[in-house]
C-alpha cells in the first residue's frame, strides 16, 4: 500500500511534507495504476522523470524500462533516493538540478544514441506547469509520449475544446502540435499531505504530420490566436477587429467569409481548423501580424 510506504520513507528520511515547496506525495495506488498504464511502457524505454519525491512512481518505472532519469532538487529528498532507492535500482540516474530544456537536451541526445524511445512519466510540480508544457511543444518531435499529473484546472485547458470553459489561445498553441487527453481525476485525498486543489492525469503524444494543422503562416496564426482570445466571449468580428486593428470592417468581413466563418460566432467557439482558415485568409489579403495601437 502507497500510503504505509510513504509514511514510511518520510519517517526513515526524517522528512516532515513542506506545502510551501509544494510536497505532496501520492498514495493512491489506483492512481498510479493508471500513470504506468497511460505510459505503455516498454523495456526499451528511457523516462524522464521530474520531481520524484519519495520514489513511489520512480520506482514502478525502473522496474519496467531501461533507464529512468530523475531530477529532484530538495536535499533532503535526494539524499533519501540516494541511501534507499538507487542502490536496488541501478537503471535509475538520479541528478540534484533544476529540470530544464538544456538538460531535456542531454537526456534526448542520450536517447538518440541508444536507440530509445523517450517519454516523461511525472507527477509534475506544479509551479513549473507552464514552462514545462512550453518545452513539451518546443521538442515535440524527440518525445514519444507523456503522462502527466497537474493541476486540475491547467490539465482542462491543456486537454479543452471548442465551448469548453478552459479553452484558450494555450490550448491551440499547445493542440496544435500535441494530442492531449485526460486520463483520470486525482481527489486531494491521494497525496500526503493533501493539497488544496485537485488533479488531474492527462496523456500527451506528438501529432503525426498529416494531423497537424499547416497555417501558412505561423506568426499570423497565432497572433490570431492569442489577440482574438482577450476578447474570447465577443463576436469573432469584433474579437478580430481587435487582434488587427489596422483593418478596416469591409476587410474583416472579407476575411471571415473567405474562412467560412459566422461573423457572430464568439472566438471560444472557433475550433483550431477555423483557426487555421482564418489565418490563412488574411495571409491571402497581405495582412502583418501586428496591431496598431
Not at 536507440?115 to 512550453?134: D, E
Request: net charge neutral; aromatic share 8%; proline share 5%.
Amino acid at each position: 500500500m502507497l500510503d504505509q510506504f510513504v509514511q514510511q520513507a518520510l519517517e526513515r528520511a526524517r522528512i516532515r511534507p513542506s506545502r510551501a515547496k509544494g510536497q505532496h506525495f501520492l498514495i493512491d495506488d489506483r492512481v498510479l495504476a493508471e500513470v504506468i498504464r497511460a505510459a505503455e511502457l516498454t523495456p526499451d524505454d528511457y523516462i524522464v522523470e521530474i520531481g520524484p519525491g519519495l520514489g513511489t512512481l520512480t520506482i514502478s518505472l525502473a522496474r519496467r524500462v531501461k533507464k529512468v532519469f530523475a531530477f529532484e532538487l530538495d536535499e533532503g529528498l535526494v539524499r533519501y533516493l540516494r541511501n534507499w532507492v538507487l542502490h536496488d535500482n541501478p537503471n535509475i540516474e538520479l541528478e540534484d538540478i533544476a529540470f530544464n530544456k538544456y538538460v531535456l537536451e542531454k537526456v534526448i541526445e542520450r536517447a538518440k544514441a541508444d536507440g530509445a524511445p523517450l517519454k516523461i512519466v511525472t507527477n509534475l510540480p506544479y509551479q513549473i506547469s507552464s514552462a514545462f508544457l512550453h518545452t513539451l511543444v518546443e521538442y515535440a518531435e524527440d518525445i514519444q509520449l507523456s503522462v502527466v499529473m497537474l493541476q486540475k484546472e491547467v490539465a482542462q485547458r491543456v486537454t479543452a475544446r471548442p465551448g469548453d470553459p478552459g479553452y484558450n489561445s494555450f490550448s491551440i498553441y499547445l493542440q496544435t502540435w500535441l494530442s492531449a487527453r485526460m486520463v483520470c481525476d486525482v481527489p486531494e485525498a491521494s497525496f500526503m499531505p493533501a493539497p488544496k486543489v485537485r488533479s488531474a492525469v492527462i496523456r500527451i503524444r506528438p501529432l503525426a504530420d498529416s494531423e497537424k494543422p499547416k497555417p501558412l503562416n505561423r506568426d499570423i496564426y497565432f497572433h490570431l490566436v492569442e489577440n482574438v482570445f482577450r476578447q474570447r466571449r465577443k463576436q469573432i468580428s469584433n474579437s478580430l477587429n481587435f487582434a488587427f486593428g489596422h483593418l478596416s470592417q469591409e476587410q474583416v468581413q472579407q476575411a471571415l467569409a473567405t474562412a467560412a466563418i459566422d461573423p457572430v460566432m464568439r472566438a471560444q467557439d472557433l475550433s483550431m481548423d477555423d483557426y487555421v482558415r482564418l489565418s490563412d485568409a488574411l495571409d491571402g489579403m497581405g495582412v502583418m501580424a501586428k496591431r496598431n495601437s
